[in-house]
């Protein structure tokens, strides 16, 4: 499975930015797809997932201003962030739990300026 992800940048505080990630490769439907980030200096946490039938689960610092989505036709799990704050940068990847295995993205970088 490889995953390409996209959307990140530099945004000021208070603003939105929108992810985007898709998943090619796989003989089978996906289930669960998330997303994850890495700060500087910090360990890599979990930020939003979302199964094959729309539920969702957040990270307690994004309730209320992230939203993850899916597009199960196109194998296509986004992020909508809003109401940025400069904690929230860090690098973000997409991950899929696949027969067995956690298949990660690139990574894109989101930076938040005060």
């Known amino acids: 499975v490889q995953l390409q992800a996209s959307g990140g940048g530099l945004v000021q505080a208070g603003g939105s930015l929108r992810l985007s990630c898709t998943a090619s490769?796989?003989?089978?439907?996906?289930?669960?797809m998330g997303w994850y980030r890495q700060a500087p200096g910090k360990l890599r946490e979990s930020v939003a997932r979302?199964?094959?039938?729309?539920?969702?689960i957040y990270e307690d610092s994004v309730k209320g201003r992230f939203t993850i989505s899916r597009d199960n036709a196109k194998n296509t799990v986004y992020l909508q962030m809003n109401s940025l704050k400069p904690e929230d940068t860090a690098v973000y990847y997409c991950?899929?739990?696949?027969?067995?295995?956690?298949?990660w993205g690139q990574g894109t970088l989101v930076t938040v300026s005060s």
């Open positions: 991950m899929v739990p696949y027969l067995g295995y956690d298949y």
């Open positions: 979302i199964t094959n039938i729309g539920r969702t």
């Open positions: 490769g796989s003989a089978f439907s996906i289930g669960v």
